[in-house]
């Protein structure tokens, strides 16, 4: 018997990087996975390439709630239920405060917040009708280290950390535990654009490496390991908190 043996659950943003990992762990661990990304073919479930054959995706865009509701609806009609939630989409920014405009700003709190919003929106009927129902909330270590350039995703992943506290109060009495993982910098295709970028990739990597106290990058699988284990029947007890998985960069 695996840990999520007859469950069912959603990851936003699956397709790539931590969330495929998180879809990869979590089918690993016996539950039936359903993955809803922008950057996937429209239509019915469908199987996702470099995930495992059973895993399905939908093509979904977290900015888009009629669109989130009705990926939400194919997932119910194909397996009867949700039980796990995974709010993983988001996007990055860089600079100072001054440097995003307006439209920048409201782009980013779109996905990055309001996402998490529309996805939990469109689960919550189904997850009340769960025995075991747990919400895990993708945030960052950008939410408290104070990085520099780095002002606008760290005010998305900071609500994200308050919103996962709000939810919490909200659901835990209906039988919904929410929480939250804050990853430091994980090797993902995300990271490998921003070092494609860069004008010495490999100074930059080595300079993302001893920024964490275990000098290196953190494995999407760790991610994913943090939350298969707040969506697990391990972590019961556990409601609100904010699990970092970053080599212990929250210290300094
Ligand atoms: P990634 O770019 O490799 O993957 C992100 C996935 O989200 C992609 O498949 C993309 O298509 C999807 N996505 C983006 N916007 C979407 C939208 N509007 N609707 C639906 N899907 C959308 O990125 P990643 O590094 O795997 O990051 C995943 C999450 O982890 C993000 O929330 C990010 O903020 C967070 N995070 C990443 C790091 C890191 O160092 N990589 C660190 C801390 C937190």
Redesign the pocket.
């Given at each position: 018997m695996s840990t999520f043996d007859g469950l069912v659950a959603v990851v936003?943003?699956g397709?790539?990087?931590?969330?495929a990992a998180i879809a990869t762990r979590l089918h690993d661990d016996g539950a039936h996975v359903v993955v809803?990304?922008?950057?996937l073919p429209a239509g019915e479930p469908a199987p996702v390439p470099g995930l495992p054959d059973d895993v399905r995706g939908l093509r979904?865009?977290?900015?888009d709630s009629e669109g989130v509701r009705a990926a939400v609806e194919q997932v119910v009609a194909a397996y009867g239920q949700i039980d796990i939630l995974v709010n993983?989409?988001?996007?990055?920014a860089q600079g100072t405060v001054a440097d995003n405009d307006d439209a920048e700003w409201a782009r980013v709190l779109d996905?990055?917040v309001v996402?998490m919003a529309r996805a939990s929106r469109a689960c919550l009927p189904h997850l009340r009708a769960s025995e075991h129902a747990a919400i895990v909330n993708?945030s960052?270590?950008?939410a408290t280290a104070g990085l520099p350039q780095r002002a606008l995703y760290t005010a998305s992943?900071g609500a994200v950390l308050a919103l996962t506290r709000a939810m919490a109060a909200d659901h835990v009495r209906e039988g919904i535990r929410v929480n939250c993982v804050s990853?430091?910098?994980?090797d993902?295709?995300?990271?490998g654009r921003l070092l494609d970028a860069a004008d010495d990739p490999g100074a930059e990597r080595a300079a993302l490496e001893a920024r964490q106290p275990h000098e290196r990058l953190v494995d999407p699988t760790e991610v994913a390991g943090a939350v298969a284990y707040l969506a697990s029947p391990a972590s019961t007890s556990t409601v609100g908190v904010s699990l970092a998985v970053d080599g212990g960069m929250h210290e300094l």
């Amino acid at each position: 018997m695996s840990t999520f043996d007859g469950l069912v659950a959603v990851v936003t943003g699956g397709a790539s990087g931590i969330g495929a990992a998180i879809a990869t762990r979590l089918h690993d661990d016996g539950a039936h996975v359903v993955v809803l990304d922008r950057d996937l073919p429209a239509g019915e479930p469908a199987p996702v390439p470099g995930l495992p054959d059973d895993v399905r995706g939908l093509r979904a865009d977290v900015t888009d709630s009629e669109g989130v509701r009705a990926a939400v609806e194919q997932v119910v009609a194909a397996y009867g239920q949700i039980d796990i939630l995974v709010n993983n989409a988001g996007i990055g920014a860089q600079g100072t405060v001054a440097d995003n405009d307006d439209a920048e700003w409201a782009r980013v709190l779109d996905v990055n917040v309001v996402g998490m919003a529309r996805a939990s929106r469109a689960c919550l009927p189904h997850l009340r009708a769960s025995e075991h129902a747990a919400i895990v909330n993708v945030s960052s270590i950008a939410a408290t280290a104070g990085l520099p350039q780095r002002a606008l995703y760290t005010a998305s992943k900071g609500a994200v950390l308050a919103l996962t506290r709000a939810m919490a109060a909200d659901h835990v009495r209906e039988g919904i535990r929410v929480n939250c993982v804050s990853p430091g910098t994980v090797d993902t295709p995300w990271i490998g654009r921003l070092l494609d970028a860069a004008d010495d990739p490999g100074a930059e990597r080595a300079a993302l490496e001893a920024r964490q106290p275990h000098e290196r990058l953190v494995d999407p699988t760790e991610v994913a390991g943090a939350v298969a284990y707040l969506a697990s029947p391990a972590s019961t007890s556990t409601v609100g908190v904010s699990l970092a998985v970053d080599g212990g960069m929250h210290e300094l």
